[in-house]
Structure formats: C-alpha cells, structure tokens
C-alpha cells in the first residue's frame, strides 16, 4: 500500500529564506510523486510532478523537487520565500498501475515579513 | 479558460435533509473525481467515473452517491447528511485515470450541516 508523510504539519520562514517541506513516501513499486499547494478556500492546484528521468524536478512559481530513491524522499523547496508562497502545500503519490492519488496531511508554509 | 466549476461554493444543509452538489468541466477530460477534505487534513478520495464507469472507494459510506449524466458533468449527492459530513468537496478531473495525468480540481464547496 501507499502513503505519505509529510514532516512538520506548520512550516513558518521569513520572507527571502529558504523553503524547505519535506515529503517522505512508502510505494512497493516505483511511484509517481506530485506536489499540490492549495490557497484558502480553493482547490489543489499542481506544483510539480516526478514521473521519470531526471530527478530534480522543476515547476511553477520558483519550486523544485529532487526525487531520492535512497531515502524515499521527495522535498519541496524553493530558494526565496514570497508572502504569495503562504499557502497548504500537499504531497502525493501514485504508484505504477493505481488509479488514484494519495496525498499526505499536508504542511501549512507561513511567511513572516 | 478551460476550467472545473463547483457550485455552489457554499452550501448549508439541515441534519438529514438531502444535497447535491454539481462539478462541471470544459476540458473533456474522460475522468473526474470526488474527493472530501475535512479540515486541516489530506482530501480523501469518495470516488471516480472514468466516462460512465463508476469506481466507488471501498470506505466511501453508502450514504455517497454520483451520477454522470454526460461527459461535462457530475454530481455528488448525500442522501442524509450528518453533522460529520461537514467537509470541503472537491471534484478533479483527469485526461486518464492514473498513469501521470494530471488531476485538476474545482474551487470546492464547502458542506455545513446544522
């Protein structure tokens, strides 16, 4: 079975540091990784994903992931944080043949200026 | 823009009494999703239609239904809602069913129940 554990439930930065949301998956067979992020009162909207090739993964609005086999990681991180960035950011994984996403409880990124 | 539209954004039920709520898509995508997302935690997946074939979640409750009646729209209904269905419905939609397809989602409609 699936799942994922996204470490740390509330992640606060400064505005210009580094982000840093951690996702750690479980997956039998090679997994398909996705990085959502959700703003107040919207829907999931899609970051990034990994599927395969390259394992560093770069998407929208400045954020990158690195897909580490080794260490069944896939952490989200963007170089300098925005007060825009402040949003519920959710990792997800779908194995090879399943037919559904399954997300973790999600890291709530704060920006202080 | 091609988009998935939920509506309505918001809605308020009474214990018990009835609701749908509608998802519209102007993507053409052949799958589309209902997902319930409670507060601060992950959505969770109800169910899925790829066209017209229904894929219920083995721990959806029974009192979850959908229908399709064409490609453009779904809708959830609850048959009698209780005060722990109380949620963030969000629908999504997919070109194919797994595989790396993207899903896209709706704004959501928020459920309270009285």
């Known amino acids: 079975a699936q799942s994922v554990t996204q470490l740390g439930s509330h992640v606060s930065v400064s505005e210009g540091a580094l982000v840093l949301l951690r996702c750690n998956y479980s997956s039998s067979v090679p997994p398909y990784l996705f990085w959502y992020v959700q703003y107040p009162n919207q829907g999931l909207q899609l970051l990034l994903k990994y599927t395969t090739g390259a394992t560093l993964v770069k998407g929208i609005n400045g954020f990158e992931a690195e897909f580490k086999k080794s260490e069944t990681s896939f952490h989200l991180t963007k170089p300098s944080a925005h007060m825009s960035d402040a949003a519920e950011y959710f990792c997800?994984?779908?194995?090879?043949?399943?037919?559904?996403?399954?997300f973790g409880q999600g890291t709530r990124l704060t920006i202080n200026p | 823009d091609a988009m998935v539209i939920q509506n309505p954004r918001y809605q308020v039920t009474q214990f018990g009494k009835p609701v749908t709520l509608s998802c519209s898509q102007t993507?053409?995508?052949?799958?589309m999703y209902w997902y319930q997302q409670k507060s601060s935690q992950a959505p969770k997946l109800l169910f899925h239609?790829?066209?017209?074939?229904?894929?219920n979640e083995a721990d959806t409750p029974d009192n979850f239904q959908s229908r399709r009646p064409n490609t453009s729209f779904c809708f959830l209904d609850i048959r009698s809602p209780g005060l722990g269905d109380a949620a963030m419905y969000l629908c999504?939609?997919?070109?194919?069913?797994?595989?790396?397809?993207?899903?896209?989602f709706g704004p959501g409609t928020r459920l309270t129940v009285l």
């Open positions: 999504a939609t997919s070109r194919r069913a797994g595989y790396t397809d993207t899903q896209y």
């Open positions: 997800a994984v779908m194995s090879q043949g399943a037919q559904k996403l399954v």
């Open positions: 993507l053409n995508h052949n799958v």
């Open positions: 239609y790829y066209d017209k074939d229904f894929n």
